[in-house]
Structure formats: structure tokens, C-alpha cells
């Protein structure tokens, strides 16, 4: 069984920078790709980002890309995301997921992922 983590969400002024952590433990092969996800008020969780097992391949979601970055660690079973340049839009709970599925070196839907972490709140004032 594998068990996420999430650590680093806060307040923050618009224009300002947070760094989210996700520690996983467990099976490493449930954890061969790594994902972000937020959820705001009243809307659906969405993707934010995800990264390949050996952290050389990511994807983000447009309303993100250039100015948050994903990484992962040497164990890979951390995974971060540097967000920069922060918006109100980005409002929201941000969960790290895990999945064991290797058919592609990224995953954007939200059901390939078996794991999830409890979530931490990021709040950035206008």
C-alpha cells in the first residue's frame, strides 16, 4: 500500500512562490508515474502536472505551464512542485497522486492514479 504525503501549502500574495512536497512510501512500482491535482471551491479536481519515473519527462496543464515545475527526487518517492508567479485562480487543494502505469511516461486523467495524498491547502491573496 502505498500512502502520499503533501507538505508546503499556505498563503501567499499574488506574485508570490510556494514549493509543494509529496513524500510517498510503499511500493515504488505503484508510484512510476507522479501527478499534482487541485480541486477549488464548487469546481472538479484537474490536473496540474505529472512527471515520469526517472523525472526527465513532464507535463503541465496549460493554465500552469512556465510557471510551476515538477521534480522528483533520487528515491523518486518525492516528488515536488515549484510554483511561481501565483495567481488567485490558483486557489485550491492540491493533492499529490501515484500510479503504477507505465503505458505512458506522463498521465493526465485522474483515474490511472491508484493513490492519493490528503491534500494541503494553497490560498493566494489578490
Known amino acids: 500500500q502505498v500512502q502520499l504525503v503533501e507538505s508546503g501549502g499556505g498563503l501567499v500574495q499574488a506574485g508570490g512562490s510556494l514549493r509543494l512536497s509529496c513524500v510517498g512510501s510503499?511500493?515504488?512500482?505503484?508510484?512510476?508515474?507522479m501527478g499534482w491535482f487541485r480541486q477549488a471551491p464548487g469546481k472538479e479536481r484537474e490536473f496540474v502536472a505529472s512527471?515520469?519515473?526517472?523525472?526527465?519527462?513532464?507535463d503541465y496543464a496549460d493554465s500552469v505551464k512556465g510557471r510551476f515545475t515538477i521534480s522528483r527526487d533520487t528515491t523518486k518517492t518525492t516528488v515536488f512542485l515549484q510554483m511561481n508567479s501565483l495567481i488567485s485562480e490558483d486557489t485550491a487543494v492540491y493533492y499529490c497522486?501515484?500510479?503504477?502505469?507505465?503505458?505512458?511516461?506522463?498521465?493526465?486523467?485522474?483515474?490511472?492514479?491508484?493513490?492519493w495524498g490528503q491534500g494541503t491547502q494553497v490560498t493566494v491573496s489578490s
Open positions: 497522486a501515484a500510479s503504477p502505469l507505465s503505458l505512458s511516461p506522463t498521465l493526465r486523467e485522474p483515474r490511472g492514479y491508484d493513490h
Open positions: 510503499g511500493r515504488t512500482k505503484d508510484m512510476t508515474v
Open positions: 512527471t515520469s519515473w526517472s523525472g526527465s519527462i513532464s
